[in-house]
């Protein structure tokens, strides 16, 4: 569980900065009026697929709360189309693990349909330690997108000093 | 209080579904034998309850007259109103407080004994669903599990974990499910007081606001039960998300009434008492905000 301002605050000041650095991150935006991230990653292996991923704050579970969509580019007639994918199975398009994912949620706002990870063990998942709460809650859920994004924190002036 | 569980309990809405003609034969192709052509259909449902789950009922009504073979009763289908598609995923009563804004004093007025309010809705359907839509690719099946999905969110809210609701047997789910479809009032409260907490361990309180104006938006705001040990009240809440319409340090009149199960209800009421009164069947009590004077002109 974290509260909602050290998770403003861990978003903006941990977060974003570890993002800026996963090498399939295309686009991101740090949205400050509603202390959320958007983020337009590649798929790590289909060239066709790009991940829409959003990071908002849960006041239900007082946790991140991570939300995504799926864009599939076709060419049609010689023109290049993005498309929205909800397939029935998404294990095919990501590393689901034990997470639960559930296409239902419409988003409070925007009221538009996503794929929401399932919130509720959070803590007992991330630990519950509030400093750097939020790396660690995407050095974990961010396997859902990369197998391999754990690798980012190998070389990471964090770790190096924590090493120290 | 009973009394008024059991009054929202037994709530209920007239319903006219109109179909959308694309979807109907010519007037020339209706099957022979068949009485004259069906533009909609009349029903009357639970407050408490979900749209969907009339999709089966409607659509078969409609289904001798339709241009397709009808492949799935769920899947491809949703409701409209006035051209809004319509978000299934909350109880009928709170989508209809909410997107028609009623204002229940001014209905009261406005509907006479000798006639009905009526909520007027499209059925539509097609291989790509409005945005704000469910896709509906399991049927019943799909709205059991995400209405158990709401109780979880409502009991970790309440009790700091979900682990209450998780440790249920199947069998427990299902009877859950079972009440609310066969409007078996009893079995769903001996069910439901296993996962709402007593009143002074209540942590938090599932509550959930609906809007239609300026734009369609739901908020759910972190609602603590206590507030330095007074009961936090529904205009301390309302005074905080919404200033400019409930300005509670202001002698002034606020612009917007709160409407839950169709009752206007008073803002300086605690939220806990409005919650054991009025919370709906997916364990939140949803409270739909409605402009003074947006109806009335």
């Known amino acids: 569980m974290i509260a909602e301002d050290i998770f403003q605050k861990q978003l903006e000041t941990e977060l974003v900065p570890i993002l800026r650095r996963w090498p399939l991150c295309r686009e991101l935006s740090l949205l400050k009026h509603n202390g ?12 066709d697929h790009t991940f829409q991923i959003l990071i908002q704050y849960s006041t239900i579970y007082q946790e991140p709360q991570l939300l995504f969509k799926i864009w599939e580019t076709r060419i049609v007639d010689q023109v290049e189309i993005q498309r929205l994918s909800f397939p029935g199975d998404v294990s095919t398009l990501v590393n689901t693990q034990d997470f639960t994912i559930r296409s239902d949620y419409i988003h409070n706002t925007g009221r538009d349909l996503w794929y ?26 961010f396997t859902i997108f990369d197998p391999g994004f754990s690798n980012l924190f190998i070389y990471s002036d964090h770790y190096v000093v924590s090493q120290d | 209080m009973s009394e008024i569980r059991d009054l929202t309990w037994f709530g209920s809405l007239n319903l006219t579904i109109s179909i959308d003609p694309e979807l109907l034969l010519a007037s020339s192709n209706v099957p022979q034998g068949s009485s004259a052509k069906l533009t909609s259909v009349s029903i009357r449902v639970p407050r408490e309850s979900y749209l969907v789950l009339y999709l089966p009922y409607i659509v078969g009504r409609f289904e001798p007259q339709l241009r397709n073979n009808v492949v799935d009763y769920y899947n491809g289908w949703w409701f ?7 978000s299934w995923n909350y109880p009928i009563g709170a989508l209809f407080d909410s997107l028609t804004g009623l204002n229940p004093a001014i209905r009261s007025t406005q509907f006479c004994d000798n006639s009905l309010n009526v909520w007027n809705l499209t059925l539509r359907h097609g291989t790509h669903l409005p945005s704000s839509v469910i896709p509906l690719r399991a049927g019943s099946e799909q709205i059991r599990e995400m209405w158990m999905h709401q109780w979880k969110q409502a009991c970790f809210v309440m009790n700091g974990s979900s682990k209450l609701i998780m440790s249920f047997s199947k069998s427990d789910t299902l009877a859950f499910w079972d009440a609310i479809v066969r409007r078996d009032l009893g079995k769903f409260n001996l069910i439901r007081q296993r996962i709402v907490p007593e009143a002074s361990s209540m942590k938090s309180l599932p509550l959930r606001l609906h809007l239609s104006l300026p734009d369609i938006r739901l908020v759910e705001p972190v609602c603590n039960t206590y507030d330095n040990g007074k009961e936090t009240l529904l205009s301390d809440v309302l005074g905080q998300e919404f200033p400019e319409w409930f300005n509670i340090s202001s002698v002034s009149a606020s612009l917007a009434k709160a409407v839950a199960q169709g009752i206007d209800i008073p803002v300086e009421a605690p939220v806990l008492a409005l919650y054991l009164q009025l919370a709906s069947f997916d364990g939140f009590l949803h409270v739909s905000l409605c402009l003074e004077g947006q109806r009335e002109s």
Do not use: F, K, N
């Open chain 1, 36 to 47: 959320s991230v958007v983020i337009l990653a590649r798929h790590p292996e289909l060239v």
């Open chain 1, 116 to 141: 929401s990870i399932h919130g509720c063990d959070t803590g007992e998942i991330v630990g519950y330690q509030e400093e750097s709460y939020l790396e660690r809650w995407c050095s974990i859920y």
């Open chain 2, 80 to 86: 409209e109103m006035e051209g809004v598609p319509i």
